[in-house]
Every structure is written in C-alpha cells, then in structure tokens.
C-alpha cells in the first residue's frame, strides 16, 4: 500500500556484517572505550584524565578528530575493504556538489561522527551486543537530516554580557552497560555532592559522552544555550542530546534559588546514577519541604533482584541475587538427587565497575549421598569480571583452602548459549587433617548449552563432572 505522492526511495542493502572481522579489529586498536561507571580512585581519575584517556577524543566543535585516532581509524577503514562504506563517501561527496556550500556545512558534522559508529558496531569488551544495537543499526551517513543542533538557530542573539565571569564545568558522561549503572565522571548521583552553581556568573558545561549510548541530558528550572555554529544565535534549550563519543557545550546564566535537578532524560538512566543537582547554594524554595535531595538520591540507588534456576535430570542449582550500585547480596545453590548439597550465600562490595571483595559462607555435604554431615566455612574473597567476559573469582576459606573459579557464557548463535565453569579448591593441610597427603584437590567443572525459549525460560543440556550429563530447565525471574 501507498500513501502519498511523494518520490520512492529503495530501502539501502546492508551487508551482513562479519562480526569476527570486526572484533578483531576492534581488538587491534588499542581503544579504551567506555569509561568506568564507578572510577574507584576518584583523585586519580579525574574528569579530565576520564576525557583524555577514554573515547574517541573527537572534538566536534573544532570539527576536527584528535589525529592519533584519525590514523587508527584510516588504517582500520583500509583493512576492512568495506564495499559499502566506499559507496558510502561517493555518495556523500555528489550530495555535496549538489548542495552546495550551505548543505556542506551539515553534512560534514554527521560524516564525522559516522566513522566512529561503524568501527563501534563490533565494539570490544564488556558491551558487545548492546552496542550493536544502538550504533550499527542506524546509517549516519546517508540520513542527512540526522538530528543535529546546527539546524537550529535563535531568533535574536542568545549571549550574555561578555565581562560575566564564566565557571566552566566538565561533565563526562559515563556508563556500564553489564551492570546498568550509569553516571557522571564515573561517580553515580548517589555518590556526589550537589555542583554549585553561583548567581552573577555563567555556567559553561561540557558534556563529553563516553558512552555508545545517546543521553538527552535535561536541566530543570533553566533555558541553556546550546553553541552550534551559529554562535551568538546558538538556541535555548532545556534538553539536549549528547550523541555516542560526542561533546555538547552548553552555557546558562541565571539568577535562580535553590536547587535544580540535571539528568538524563531517558529515565532507566536516570535510576541509575546519571544524574546532578545545581545548587545556588541558597535555602530550597519552601514547596519541596517533604521531598528532601535525599529522597531523589535514593531512588538512583535501589536495590534490583533477579534469580535464575536450573532445573536439570542431573543436578539443580539457584542463584539468588540483589544488588545496588555498591552492594550485592547473592545465594547460591546445588543440589543432586542424591543427597549432595553445597550452597553459599555472599556479601560482595564493587570497587569499581569490574572488581568485587565479598565475605561469605559456604556449606556443603561432607558425607557423599547423605545429608547427616555438613563443613561450613566463612570465606573471604575477590570477583573480577574479565576483559573477553570472564568472571574470576578468587578466595580463601577459613580452613585456609584457596578455590578458584572461572565461568564464561558465550553466545554462539542467536539464542543458543555455550557456558563453561571450573572450580578448584586446594587444601594443604593448614588446617584439616588431610592424612600423609602434602595437600588435596577437589575439582569441578561443567559444561553446558541452553537455548531461550522465552524471556523467562531457556532449555539446558549439560554435564558436570560430579553429577554427570543432564539436561532441563533454566529459568530467569
Ligand atoms: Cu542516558
């Protein structure tokens, strides 16, 4: 069916892309992308050790990429031999003849910052498959009424007095996309002090995105401008959207009181930590006596909970799990038909975005097929979430036995898992008696598939070295 008169525009073939090709490359540019959602060392990582160590380092506003990343991105362009993106720039360069000088101008912003995003499609590390989705599917260089400030202009002239002393704040905005927490110069709302903002000067803020992701970032209370190239006729607006590896300047001047909300206004974000409060240093307007700044902070700090359970022929197992920005309270659980049962409960602090410490107790049977003897331990120990998507875990219990596991799920195809799993525990005697023996190990190991079935279930065929081959159910909740 077909509405309208207008002209018919074939839809654009898309190559699939070949992902292993792109990991690869990706993993050939020595990128740091994403910078942390929590920094750790806060005295160390600036903002503007952040700005220069994380992301792409393109500088929109000079209209000009940092050159260390140009060559990268030259010479990756190159090696792809991407047929596509060749057709691509011939296209670009026709719109420009015929378009002219003006039309130029606009397309030259969105042809830059389209080279990130095709390199980004097969972005390394921690958030592969969701930055997929938010880059690769969206072709930067042919929409050229790809959303973009410069289109827009003021009516009349937007500056302010030029003798206004000017603060100038620098905003990175940052994210982890495995453990949604979302924040600004890698610190969370929940974990900052209110920015102060004085009365008689102009606010001038930097919003450096180094996330794949877009943050319309929304200040209440205040009109800002938003410097484009038009310069004194830049617009006022109250949201602005700060694209993937991008920089926005934004500058207001205003004689408010109080307090003024700033946030992402995609609110998931939001919830998570990406968020500020302006304070003009003067008493709250006497309206939001029964909303306390407290009340805001928590709400970006809840607690989450989530559970999976395997239900198999073999073995079952449990993972309960609930977590803040900072916490996390897990369970775990194993248990055959056979009266074998090891479960352990945790405590486990996030350092930054990657590394936990966690105390914990594990309990397992003692006695093969019997419930009649338990060892209960206490442990101490540390998780590290891995480049390439490992899960490390490290630990001690007090019988002074070191264990160490490593898991890995992988997705293979679309909706089918591989996962492995390997644990080893060593005990050397310290504290059992373990006979003439200088020290024994106690090994597992399992290896598994699934396949989703729903949002909720997958089927799971797996063998375990303790309990054998089994196959079942797992369930998400
Ligand atoms: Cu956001």
């Known amino acids: 069916m077909r509405l309208g008169q207008g002209s018919l525009y074939p839809a654009k073939r898309i190559e699939r892309p070949d992902k292993v090709a792109m990991m690869k490359q990706m993993a050939k540019m020595d990128m740091k992308m994403g910078a942390p959602a929590m920094v750790g060392n806060k005295k160390k990582k600036t903002p503007e050790f952040l700005k220069e160590n994380y992301g792409m380092?393109?500088?929109?506003?000079?209209?000009?990429?940092?050159?260390?990343?140009?060559?990268?991105?030259?010479?990756?362009?190159?090696?792809?031999?991407?047929n596509m993106k060749m057709d691509d720039h011939k296209q670009m360069k026709m719109d420009k003849k015929m378009d002219g000088m003006a039309g130029m101008k606009k397309d030259s912003m969105p042809m830059k910052s389209t080279e990130p995003s095709h390199m980004m499609g097969g972005h390394m590390g921690h958030d592969m498959p969701m930055m997929q989705k938010d880059t690769s599917s969206f072709d930067y260089d042919t929409r050229k009424t790809y959303?973009?400030?410069?289109?827009?202009?003021?009516?009349?002239?937007?500056?302010?007095?030029?003798?206004?002393?000017?603060?100038?704040?620098?905003?990175?905005?940052?994210?982890n996309m495995q453990r949604y927490v979302w924040s600004?110069?890698?610190?969370?709302?929940?974990?900052?002090?209110?920015?102060?903002?004085?009365?008689?000067?102009?606010?001038?803020?930097?919003?450096?995105?180094?996330?794949?992701?877009?943050?319309p970032m929304h200040l209440h209370?205040?009109?800002?401008?938003?410097?484009?190239?038009?310069?004194?006729?830049?617009?006022?607006?109250?949201?602005?959207?700060?694209?993937?590896?991008?920089?926005?300047?934004?500058?207001?001047?205003?004689?408010?009181?109080?307090d003024w909300f700033f946030h992402c206004h995609i609110l998931y974000h939001m919830m998570g930590g990406m968020a500020r409060?302006?304070?003009?240093?003067?008493?709250r307007d006497e309206r939001m006596k029964n909303f306390p700044v407290q009340?805001?902070?928590?709400?970006?700090?809840?607690?989450?909970?989530?559970?999976?359970?395997?239900?198999?022929?073999?073995?079952?197992?449990?993972?309960?799990?609930?977590?803040?920005i900072r916490n996390e309270f897990g369970l775990r659980a194993e248990f055959d038909y056979n009266k074998n049962l090891e479960a352990e409960v945790n405590y486990n602090r996030y350092l930054n975005d990657w590394v936990r410490l966690y105390v914990?107790?594990?309990?397992?049977?003692?006695?093969?097929d019997s419930y009649d003897t338990f060892n209960t331990v206490g442990l101490i120990g540390v998780k590290y979430f891995t480049p390439y998507r490992f899960n490390v875990d490290v630990s001690v219990d007090h019988q002074l036995r070191p264990r160490i596991r490593l898991d890995r799920e992988l997705l293979l195809f679309p909706r089918f898992f591989l996962e492995g799993e390997y644990e080893y525990r060593a005990d050397f005697g310290w504290v059992n008696d373990i006979g003439d023996t200088s020290y024994q190990g106690e090994t597992q190991w399992l290896v598994g598939t699934s396949y989703i079935l729903s949002r909720n279930f997958s089927i799971q065929a797996n063998y375990n070295n303790r309990y054998g081959w089994g196959g079942g159910l797992l369930a998400r909740f």
Do not use: C
């Open 147 to 175: 959303f973009n400030y410069d289109f827009l202009k003021a009516k009349e002239n937007t500056t302010y007095k030029a003798d206004l002393p000017v603060n100038d704040i620098l905003l990175n905005l940052t994210g």
């Open 57 to 82: 380092k393109m500088d929109m506003k000079d209209g000009q990429m940092n050159m260390g990343m140009q060559d990268k991105m030259s010479m990756n362009k190159g090696e792809m031999g991407d």
């Open 277 to 283: 409060v302006f304070s003009y240093d003067t008493p």
């Open 221 to 258: 209370g205040h009109y800002f401008r938003v410097i484009n190239e038009n310069g004194e006729r830049s617009p006022l607006k109250h949201t602005v959207n700060v694209p993937p590896m991008q920089k926005v300047v934004i500058e207001f001047y205003n004689e408010e009181y109080g």
């Open 360 to 368: 914990g107790v594990n309990t397992e049977t003692s006695t093969p």
């Open 295 to 324: 009340k805001l902070i928590d709400e970006t700090d809840h607690y989450y909970s989530w559970g999976l359970l395997r239900a198999g022929s073999n073995f079952n197992e449990l993972f309960l799990m609930s977590s803040n």
């Open 184 to 215: 600004i110069n890698g610190v969370p709302l929940s974990e900052t002090d209110k920015i102060k903002i004085r009365g008689g000067e102009v606010t001038r803020i930097t919003l450096n995105n180094l996330t794949m992701m877009h943050h």
